[in-house]
């Protein structure tokens, strides 16, 4: 078939690898579906199939070249004769999740002409989902939810001030201390990646500690958590003060603690500034500052800059050579990589002699922001003059849809966070790379196929970090019961148009 020649030498994605898909098609294809005989019709680089499912198993049909339409978008239309039950969506989306690689997915009908379901003219259907989008009432309900999160500017731009003149006197501070003199700012995080929705409430700044000369060891097998030990004579070294008995490895946990005490006589002549109690295994200083219209929450964390070739357990992640290209993939890995002092567990375990309070867990923070800021090939995607997509949209309304149902049950999903929703994203984008398939008229299909995505996720347990593949982000916590609990909830938000955002709005 031409569809699968094109594709033979695409790598698959560490979610496509793990579930047995097939890469998504380089040219975009058309699918359609009538619920009433059940005629399934999939067009893919000008190779249809018929398929006839009158009963949960699917048989292939016919395989002709007649309804060729090279470059169309992708859509899948569902059209139900009449009204279906909750149960018989669950089945449906069951079905063609795990048979087929869904593009899109409309619950209600689109149009009457039930010749059109039966493949008569493919590509006026698919015209006229793009000409009617501003007419389907689940994409006018999810611009009214991305409308209601948008952060006003004064409180945006009061917010900000207010953050930034707090960080500068913690970094005045620092620059007068033995230990901390070195370090620079980087800012990261949802405001930062203008990602934050409905309030300016919650800021992440990194204070990073330039190192060289530095010997990095994984520690243990997921590849996410490292040991940090000084090459070199550490008497002449900058963080000499924290190396443990061995003389040479660096105490994660020392470094922070002793960060923190800085942090703390920076902030201390403050009066609208309350240090909040410490974490186990949070690697930041959460500064809480008492506004007039606005309690703002502040983690300032600690970081290491790695400035060496990225670990080899990124060497099978970050897969964005077909989304954002090689050239950049290569730009970004000239980029240090970052290590904060978090560990799992109790942090009373032992390895190799290190015990894991004292490791560090490898971030890429900074490279994140740059492909949400830079997040399409084309360079010019939701700039001025330009097209804009969906992607942030889609990935607003998955965190919003997170903390609504977090809000609705605290105990059951306490484990899920926005880093869940980042991440999902990213791998997205790279199964479907192309800015056709993320054209903003397109909001509506493109999240809930987002949402398909993680909800597939959810049910495998498997959601790899990103940039290193063997770590994986649904590992133990949450446990199974919770992630299909999540994954239940989404379904139900994705069959009735989303009750949870309509609530509010």
Known sequence: MPGKKANQGRAKSPIQRRRGMASTPGAPGAYILQTEGLLFLEE??????????DSPRCSEAMSDKKNEIPGKPNVLIVVPSTPQPESWWHALFSFLGNSYRVKNVFRDAIEDNASQARGESIVKKSETVQRNSMADPMYNMLLST????????????????????????????????????????????????????????????????????????????EGAYYTVALKNNPRRHLLESFVQEDGKTISANEMLLKFRTEVKKAVRHMEDVEVERKKRACPAVTLWIQGSDLRIGLDIVLGLEVHSSWPSTTQDGFMIDNWLGPKAKKNFKFEPF???????????????????????????????????????STKTCCKTGG???????????????LVQLREKHPKELSKFCSYHAKSMLFHACCQRPSDSEWVGERLSECFQLLLQDFVGC?????????FIPTHNLLGSKPDKRTRGFLADLIEHEINNMFPIFQESL
């Open 44 to 53: 893919e680089k000008g190779c249809s199939k018929k398929v006839s499912r």
């Open 146 to 221: 991305l409308e209601k999160l948008k952060i006003k500017k004064k409180l945006r731009s009061d917010s900000t001030a207010r953050v930034n003149e707090l960080v500068e006197t913690v970094m005045k501070h620092m620059k007068e201390t033995d230990s901390f003199w070195k370090v620079k700012r980087r800012r990261t995080g949802s405001h930062y990646e203008n990602v934050k929705i409905s309030q300016p409430d919650e800021f992440d700044v990194m204070l990073v500690v330039p190192v060289q000369s530095v010997d990095v060891r994984s520690y243990g097998p």
């Open 338 to 376: 970052l290590l904060v002092p978090k560990y799992e567990g109790k942090g009373n375990e032992e390895m190799d002699g290190v015990c894991a309070k004292d490791t560090w867990r490898i971030s890429f923070s900074h490279v994140e922001k740059e492909i949400l800021k830079n997040h399409s």
């Open 387 to 401: 097209a804009h997509c969906c992607r942030k949209q889609c990935l607003k309304l998955l965190k919003y849809l």
């Open 458 to 466: 959810l049910r495998d347990g498997h959601l790899p970090n990103f």
